[in-house]
């Protein structure tokens, strides 16, 4: 009975877990040549408009000189100009920053530094192991509405996660107790580990998505380190290295910062961060398709419809885009194609990308190649109505008070 008792209350415990959309990671093949890669689209230079000469003599071709790359003793002295003074152990979260950037190959430009910082300090407050207030009675709220639809009696479920855990503590006394993300995750690490000394499912899977002070995503971390070689030892997994503050700022800084985006208003890649990389870029796809096809479509980002991370079904994309075969003189099969490098920032590149727009640019209006994806976030932690605008404003906001501490 106490083994039905558990396997019960930890399945319940799996299922209050906040889901988060697939992870897609693109990341550069590692190489001795550090890459620049800014919050801010950097927009191209000009090219001088040359008048011609009566006499025109020739002269060698200047090159333009390149902008000197700082060093690290550089970058970590701007680290320390901008971030906050007051916050607790500065050094070593310039430590952890600098390492990030360095590791990953980011510039240490104050464009890059502050928006690190402006998301650490949303999602963290500049906390290693972010607490979650309430933390406890969220996880039995949680617990006991799915007790409720079983017909489980929540004092049943507490019964039985009586049983001593491996720190000593019941399970119930831990979470009780529970203050900080990385506590949960550990939690449901033992709980995991407890299922299979009992005999229950060996594929149960920690259901913690996301934690540490930028709250990574665990499952891009993951993919991460398959494709880049992440810096530190690992003592024991690589998502617990993101419960960590140096795994949690590495993670963080790769995904927000380590791929090209042309986008001309930091907010857009700080929803992206939020959102899923190029979501701000697609969404404004979409308005542009709901214009052209008159069909009402949600701008947040997703092309496609996704089930376990593989597309699946016909998206509300798609049966536009479908409409209008004719006046694209695309077939479903070439659509398809494009559309499924959403993810990717080649998508910009294809066919079906430049018919769109080149169409809707026709009327002599251009519209915007970024536009701020429409969703609603949604966890347990959130208790008022929030938005990946209210976010990616949100962060901005840090940010353009990171670059003030350059005067």
């Given at each position: 009975m106490r083994r039905i008792f558990l396997l019960l209350a930890i399945s319940l415990l799996s299922a209050c877990a906040t889901q988060s959309p697939p992870v897609s990671v693109v990341v550069p093949t590692p190489s001795a040549t550090p890459q620049l890669a800014t919050p801010r689209a950097l927009l191209a230079t000009p090219t001088p408009v040359v008048s011609a000469s009566p006499t025109p003599s020739p002269s060698p071709t200047q090159k333009p000189t390149p902008k000197p790359v700082m060093t690290e003793a550089q970058g970590r002295a701007l680290m320390a100009q901008l971030l906050p003074p007051k916050i607790n152990d500065r050094n070593g979260w310039i430590d952890d920053m600098l390492d990030a950037?360095?590791?990953l190959k980011i510039a240490y430009t104050p464009e890059n530094i502050c928006a690190v910082a402006a998301v650490i300090e949303q999602e963290s407050t500049w906390q290693g192991d972010p607490v979650v207030p309430g933390l406890p009675k969220i996880v039995w709220n949680a617990i006991g509405e799915r007790a409720d639809k079983y017909h489980i009696p929540?004092?049943?479920?507490?019964?039985?996660?009586?049983?001593p855990s491996p720190t000593g503590q019941s399970y119930k006394a831990r979470i009780d107790n529970l203050r900080t993300e990385r506590e949960m995750n550990d939690l449901f690490e033992d709980l995991a580990n407890e299922a299979k000394s009992l005999n229950l499912p060996l594929n149960m899977k920690n259901p913690i998505r996301t934690g540490g002070p930028m709250q990574v995503s665990v499952e891009f971390a993951q993919q991460h380190s398959k494709v880049w070689p992440y810096p530190y030892p690992i003592k024991e997994s690589i998502r617990h290295e993101v419960f960590t503050?140096?795994?949690g700022v590495y993670f963080g800084t790769a995904i927000l910062l380590q791929y090209p985006a042309t986008y001309t208003d930091v907010a857009y890649r700080f929803a992206?961060?939020?959102a899923g990389r190029y979501a701000s870029r697609n969404a404004a796809f979409q308005k542009v398709l709901s214009h052209l096809s008159g069909k009402e479509l949600v701008e947040d980002g997703d092309l496609l419809s996704y089930s376990n991370g593989v597309p699946s079904g016909t998206s509300d994309v798609q049966t536009a885009l479908y409409s209008m075969n004719a006046a694209l003189g695309m077939s479903r099969d070439e659509m398809l194609r494009d559309l499924k490098q959403e993810?990717?920032?080649?998508?910009?590149?294809?066919?079906l990308y430049q018919k769109v727009y080149a169409l809707a640019d026709k009327g002599g209006k251009t519209w915007p190649r970024a536009s701020?994806?429409?969703?609603?976030l949604k966890s347990p932690k959130i208790t008022r109505k929030l938005t990946t605008e209210w976010f990616a404003n949100r962060v901005k906001g840090r940010f353009e008070t990171c670059i003030k501490r350059l005067n």
């Open positions: 950037f360095t590791a929540l004092i049943a479920v507490q019964t039985a996660l009586l049983k503050r140096r795994g992206d961060f939020n993810k990717l920032v080649g998508f910009s590149q294809t066919e701020m994806p429409q969703i609603d």
